[in-house]
Structures are given as C-alpha cells and as structure tokens.
T-cell receptor
Framework: DARVTQTPRDKVTEMGQEVTMRCQPI?????VFWYRQTMMQGLELLAY????????DSGMPKDRFSAEMPDATLATLKIQPSEPRDSAVYFC??????????????FGPGTRLTVL | GEDVEQSLFLSVREGDSSVINCTYT??????LYWYKQEPGAGLQLLTY?????DMKQDQRLTVLLNKKDKHLSLRIADTQTGDSAIYFC?????????????FGTGTRLTIIP
C-alpha cells in the first residue's frame, strides 16, 4: 500500500526555534509538493520539485523557509526561525509528473505545527 | 482573476443529493479534479474530468463541466454521513512548462441526519 509519509505528525515549538519537517514520497514518483493549510488562507503551494530539482518556491517566505530533496526518498521543509504565524498544517504530496497529462497528487497525512 | 472559487459551506440532509460548485480560471486546463479531505487527514483524489468532456459519472458521483462558463460541479447522490468532509476542486496550470495544481478554497459538506 504505497503512500506518502510525513514526520512528525504533530510539532509544538517555541518562537525562534528551528523546525524541520520530513516527507517520504511514494517510490517512483518524481514530483514533490509542499503545501500549507490554514483556516484563513486555505491551501497554499509553498514549493515543488521535479526529479529533486526545485521548480518553484515562490510561495515560500524566503528569509526563513527552505525546502530540499537530499535524495529521491526524502524531502525536507525547514523553518528557521519559526514564528507563531507559521502555525498551520503542512502537507507533502507526490506525483508522477506526467507533463500535461493526468497529474494526480497523493497527499501525506500532514504535520500539524504549533508555534507558541 | 487568479482564484479557483468555491462556496465555503454546504449542509445537506442524509439521503439527499449534494451539489458542490466551483469556478476556475484557466481555460487551457487539461484536467480538473475533485479532492476530498476528511478530518485530520490529507487530501485524497475523488475524481477528475478531462477538459474535452462535459460529464463524467462514477457510482454516486457525477461531475459536470461547463467550459464556456469555466464552471465545474460535483454531485453526490444519496449523501451519507461518511461524505462529511471538505471538498476541493483543482485545475491544472502550466507554469514555465511544468504542470501544477491550483486548489480552490474548499467546501465543507455537513450532513444533517
């Protein structure tokens, strides 16, 4: 049963601390997306990768957020320093990147981040 | 505009049909999608429609597409308590040669017993 996994599921931290969220995409998928979901803003695309290369990170606050794919099985989203307004659920999704065809994205369960 | 728009809330009696509406913006979208998000979970693909179709039926789900008006709807027949969730429509957009999905705001469907 292939699925996207995310760790941790829940994270509570204090303002100013570094937060690292991890995602393991489905094996064989070549695109990885990071989204943030809040009540006010809904679902926002932060960044996405194809074949481990960042294609678009225009949705991320550049000064504090960074996203990387150290290898094909791991994507990370880091916030340093964290702020209370970063409190949200962060989703990772992966897909096959069909380039114009059906492009289903498979979502992980999310990391619920609370910054106090 | 740039946004994919949906109503935020819909309440339906159990057993009735639910109709969730969406307007999108990119007339060149190849596929349009409906995702479902249950409490505490990620989004899950429910169904999709290819842009050259105007209707697709899949068991209790019917998707209608009006390309002229850029309007997409999802009808759930015989709505059950398990259908309570947030439903997102999404359009595919080509961005510097790469496809990405733009999601609507989501419609929270509440079932009234």
């Amino acid at each position: 049963d292939a699925r996207v996994t995310q760790t941790p599921r829940d994270k509570v931290t204090e303002m100013g601390q570094e937060v690292t969220m991890r995602c393991q995409p489905i094996l064989g998928h070549n695109t990885v997306f990071w989204y943030r979901q809040t009540m006010m803003q809904g679902l926002e695309l932060l960044a996405y990768f194809r074949n481990r290369a960042p294609l678009d990170d225009s949705g991320m606050p550049k000064d504090r957020f960074s996203a990387e794919m150290p290898d094909a099985t791991l994507a990370t989203l880091k916030i340093q320093p964290s702020e209370p307004r970063d409190s949200a659920v962060y989703f990772c999704a992966s897909g096959l990147g069909s380039g114009g065809g059906l492009d289903t994205q498979y979502f992980g369960p999310g990391t619920r981040l609370t910054v106090l | 505009g740039e946004d994919v728009e949906q109503s935020l809330f819909l309440s339906v009696r159990e057993g009735d049909s639910s109709v969730i509406n969406c307007t999108y913006t990119d007339s060149s979208s190849t596929y349009l999608y409906w995702y479902k998000q249950e409490p505490g979970a990620g989004l899950q693909l429910l169904t999709y429609i290819f842009s050259n179709m105007d209707m697709k039926q899949d068991q209790r789900l019917t998707v209608l597409l009006n390309k002229k008006d850029k309007h997409l709807s999802l009808r759930i027949a015989d709505t059950q308590t398990g259908d309570s969730a947030i439903y997102f429509c999404a359009e595919s957009r080509r961005d510097f040669g790469n496809e990405k999905l733009t999601f609507g705001t989501g419609t929270r469907l509440t079932i009234i017993p």
